[in-house]
């Protein structure tokens, strides 16, 4: 989730499925003290993951990006991003470790007192921080804007940069009001 608790919305891109979160978690919890059950699933699944980013990069990658960059560019990035997850036992239990972490940790309750202008842009297909979290976000936050990509997942300012430049500008630009600094915390506003 964008504000912690990552489990309550483990691939549940459109809404919460009530049993999945715990699921998400009792597996993690699982396969950490399981070795040899963490091990077999990420043997088997090592051939599916680079196969898996190409049809993810066709599917979602942005045709100007493609030029610029080459067709396999959205590919790479989540190869990176992912850090070759499956390459040992170490680097899975590391990738399973940072999903309890954030799960165990949440912000959720201060969401309220940040009051800096905030644009959150949000990938419809994204699994991983899904938009009604990060509408939870911009709903409780007091000067947070909301943006719904319908186009995107995970990577929205990689899959679609031109809608996302679009909102990042218009945010910036058609503000009515310009905020001041109060104290590191606090804005105000200025008409």
């Not at 009792?26 to 963490?38: E, M, R």
């Not at 610029?68 to 170490?90: N, R, W």
């Not at 309220?112 to 994204?126: A, K, N, Q, V």
């Not at 300012?157 to 590191?184: G, W």
């Amino acid at each position: 989730g964008a504000h912690g608790q990552v489990f309550s919305s483990a691939f549940q891109p459109m809404f919460r499925v009530p049993v999945m979160g715990d699921f998400a978690r009792g597996l993690v919890a699982f396969l950490i003290t399981h070795h040899t059950w963490l091990n077999a699933i990420r043997v088997a699944s090592r051939p599916f993951v680079h196969p898996m980013l190409t049809i993810y990069a066709l599917l979602f990658g942005d045709r100007n990006m493609r030029k610029l960059l080459g067709t396999s560019y959205l590919a790479d990035f989540f190869y990176g991003y992912l850090g070759d997850v499956c390459e040992t036992e170490q680097t899975t239990l590391n990738f399973l470790r940072l999903f309890q972490e954030l799960d165990a940790h949440s912000i959720y309750h201060h969401l309220h007192t940040i009051e800096h202008p905030t644009l959150i842009i949000s990938g419809f297909f994204d699994t991983v921080t899904p938009m009604y979290h990060s509408q939870e976000m911009a709903r409780l936050m007091p000067n947070a804007k909301h943006v719904i990509d319908f186009f995107s997942s995970h990577a929205t300012i990689l899959e679609n940069p031109t809608h996302c430049i679009e909102e990042v500008a218009e945010f910036v630009d058609s503000s009515q009001r310009r905020f001041v600094r109060k104290s590191s915390t606090s804005f105000g506003v200025v008409y």
